[in-house]
Nanobody
């Protein structure tokens, strides 16, 4: 089993910055992909950013140039640095880990952390 615990959410003014952290514990492998998703009220959950085991990254077009994902494999932690935040970034942000266990693809989720961008 894998447990994911997010932290770092909160209220910030437009143009501000926040840094989210996600600490993973349990059966973690360096080959796992870790990422961040978000879900705004009335909208579907969407991928924000992901980082593969080799360090390659993917970003949603809406956050490119503003958000940066990184990971520390020694600490089993993934980070999301969010700069130039906009009101439309307001959502619950979820940490995600995906990998293969016993030949099957699995996914784990954190409990979510609220990010509110408002003046």
């Amino acid at each position: 089993q894998v447990q994911l615990v997010e932290s770092g959410g909160g209220l910030v003014q437009p143009g501000g910055s926040l840094r989210l952290s996600c600490a993973a514990s349990g059966s973690i492998f360096s080959t796992d992909t870790m990422g961040w998703y978000r879900q705004a009220p009335g909208k579907r959950r969407e991928l924000v950013a992901a980082i593969l085991s080799g360090g390659s990254t993917n970003y949603a077009d809406s956050v490119k140039g503003r958000f940066t994902i990184s990971r520390n494999n020694a600490k089993n932690t993934v980070y999301l640095q969010m700069n130039s935040l906009k009101p439309e970034d307001t959502a619950v942000y979820y940490c995600n880990l995906e990998g293969r266990r016993f030949g099957a693809q699995v996914a784990y989720w954190g409990q979510g952390t609220q990010v509110t961008v408002s003046s």
